[in-house]
């Protein structure tokens, strides 16, 4: 059974950091893929950035230069740090993982920025 974890949510200002962590079990995210997307109250949800089990990464132009994915593999973890936040950035944020077809999804964690 595959579970996703996120954590590191949180209410920072404007041009703030936060680094958010999305723990698995049951899937190893040294061999699949690991996304982010984001949804903001009334929005569909969007996608954020992904990391590939070979470690290509790529991101949204709304993110790029400002996010970063990366993965801690002895702790089956995929990171998010978020840099540089702005208000339009505030949404529930879901780690997705992704396995020869088949689609896992974290219980997400709101970040929210807001001086």
């Known amino acids: 059974q595959v579970q996703l974890v996120e954590s590191g949510g949180g209410l920072v200002q404007p041009g703030g950091s936060l680094s958010l962590s999305c723990a698995a079990s049951?899937?190893?995210?040294?061999?699949?893929?690991g996304v982010w997307f984001r949804q903001a109250p009334g929005k569909q949800r969007e996608w954020v950035a992904t990391?590939?089990?070979?470690?290509?990464?790529g991101y949204a132009d709304s993110v790029r230069g400002r996010f970063t994915i990366s993965r801690d593999n002895a702790k089956n973890t995929v990171l998010l740090q978020m840099n540089s936040l702005k208000s339009e950035d505030t949404a529930t944020y879901y780690c997705?993982?992704?396995?020869?077809?088949?689609?896992?999804w974290g219980q997400g964690t709101q970040v929210t920025v807001s001086s």
């Open positions: 997705n993982a992704q396995r020869h077809g088949s689609s896992y």
């Open positions: 049951g899937i190893s995210f040294s061999d699949n893929t």
């Open positions: 990391i590939t089990g070979g470690g290509s990464t």
